[in-house]
């Protein structure tokens, strides 16, 4: 595998791969001094149409997400990784990591886990198939 990756993309949604997948990131990013950049993203269609239209409830979420995402950031920092920064997407976690992610971003690779977080999860599993198929960079789906 190529070693000479500069940003190192992963996303994360609690699911048990999605961790196995943020922690070999962090190896990964340690291996080739790589900058890490965390994303997830808030799926508005897991919201009910009432909490959608809510300002103060998308506000609201996207905070908890954004503070939830900062313990991965400290995670990766506290294991040794030099630069890291987290962000947070909103839309469909598939599309919205390889449309507008991806080329804000521009990492050469993207980690992701294989499956996803059953219920109302934030998850990308079911979008790992996308992702593969239609990222412009390399994907490692971690299983």
């Known amino acids: 595998m190529n070693d000479d990756f500069k940003r190192i993309l992963v996303g994360v949604d609690d699911s048990g791969d999605a961790l196995l997948a943020f922690n070999y990131a962090i190896k990964r990013a340690k291996i080739s001094n790589a900058e890490l950049v965390i994303v997830s993203v808030l799926e508005s269609n897991e919201m009910s ?3 959608a239209l809510s300002k103060d409830y998308i506000h609201g979420e996207r905070e908890e997400l954004e503070q ?52 109302l999860a934030r998850r990308f599993g079911s979008q790992a198939a996308y992702m593969a198929k239609y990222s412009p960079i390399s994907v490692l789906v971690i299983r």
Request: proline content about 4%; hydrophobic content about 40%.
């Open 68 to 119: 939830h995402i900062l313990k991965y950031q400290k995670q990766a920092q506290d294991a040794g990784v030099k630069k890291v920064r987290s962000i947070v997407a909103e839309g469909n976690a598939g599309e919205t990591i390889v449309k507008d992610v991806i080329p804000h971003i521009e990492p050469d690779l993207l980690i992701i886990g294989s499956c996803a977080k059953k219920g």
């Open 49 to 51: 149409v009432y909490q």
